[in-house]
């Protein structure tokens, strides 16, 4: 059973970072055969980014529905760049194979958005938690202030 944390938490994080949003929807259900094989893959690179944190990758949190969403932190915006344009990793050639098979067909959708975030300009908390998203990316402190909310401007 996950733990949960009963006293307020927030992430220590004193470095840029990244947040990357990504997800897919299906726009026909019937057309089972282009959504079925982009969604398996999107569960393989998380997989896969889980397994090389080396490579910038910090975290993720996933929901299924109609959208898929994946919430994926980085240490940077470059390393998430080098990661999606690797030929050698899981998402590049899945973003070709997107292209060939569905290209312009609106069966399947996909989008994403990518937030670089400074120090202090962002802000969050969990109570009665357990670890998730940006504090289950870094680290989780009880005892800290808002650490990544300390320089807000005026």
């Known amino acids: 059973m996950v733990s949960i944390n009963k006293q307020r938490m927030v992430p ?6 990244v947040v990357f949003l990504v997800g897919m929807r299906i726009n026909k259900f019937w057309r089972v055969h282009k959504w079925v094989p982009l969604y398996l ?3 393989k690179i998380v997989k896969e980014l889980a397994n090389t944190p080396d490579i910038g990758f910090m ?4 929901w299924v529905g109609n959208p898929r969403l994946i919430i994926q932190y980085w240490r940077s915006y470059d390393e998430l760049q080098v990661y999606a344009r690797s030929k050698d990793a899981t998402h590049f050639p899945t973003w070709v194979s997107f292209n060939e098979t569905i290209g312009r067909s609106a069966d399947v959708g996909i989008w994403h958005e990518v937030y670089v975030i400074e120090p202090g300009n962002c802000e969050a908390v969990y109570t009665h938690m357990p670890a998730f998203g940006l504090g289950k990316a870094t ?4 005892n800290a202030t808002l650490r990544i909310t300390q320089k807000v401007k005026k």
């Open 12 to 17: 220590v994080i004193d470095e840029p970072f």
């Open 41 to 43: 893959k999107m569960s």
């Open 59 to 62: 975290g993720y949190e996933s």
């Open 139 to 142: 680290r989780l402190d009880s």
